[in-house]
């Protein structure tokens, strides 16, 4: 069965940091790229950052640039967001998407399945 686990969500206060990790199973992320969403309640889902299936490429929306890093182990079938300087606007829920393509984009519609989400909450 082919799936995406994120993990490493959790409640942090503005200007804290946390690590979202993205396992895959049941097959291997080496020839797809990965992208990590957000969806806020009430908001569409929206594209974060992606990286290609190689590692080489990397794309962030303009509102985590400079504060938001993807990387990828394909030797673990890892794929990592760190994000730095939390504000209260990135609260939602995270959710990581592969797509079969070396290239990456932050259109959801071309992201062929995904993990099930983890909270992250920034607040005071």
């Known amino acids: 069965q082919l799936q995406l686990v994120e993990s490493g969500g959790g409640l942090v206060q503005p200007g804290g940091s946390l690590r979202l990790s993205c396992a895959a199973s049941?097959?291997?992320?080496?020839?797809?790229?990965i992208g990590w969403f957000r969806q806020a309640p009430g908001k569409e889902r929206e594209g974060v950052s992606c990286?290609?299936?190689?590692?080489?490429?990397?794309k962030y929306a303009d509102s985590v640039k400079g504060r938001f890093t993807i990387s990828r182990d394909n030797r673990k079938n890892m794929v990592y967001l760190q994000m730095n300087s939390l504000k209260p606007e990135d609260t939602a829920v995270y959710y990581c998407?592969?797509?079969?393509?070396?290239?990456?984009?932050?259109?959801?519609?071309?992201?062929?399945?995904w993990g099930q989400g983890t909270q992250v909450s920034v607040s005071s």
């Open positions: 990286i290609s299936s190689s590692g080489g490429s990397t």
């Open positions: 049941g097959f291997t992320l080496d020839y797809y790229a």
């Open positions: 998407g592969a797509d079969p393509t070396n290239y990456c984009t932050l259109m959801t519609e071309e992201y062929d399945f």
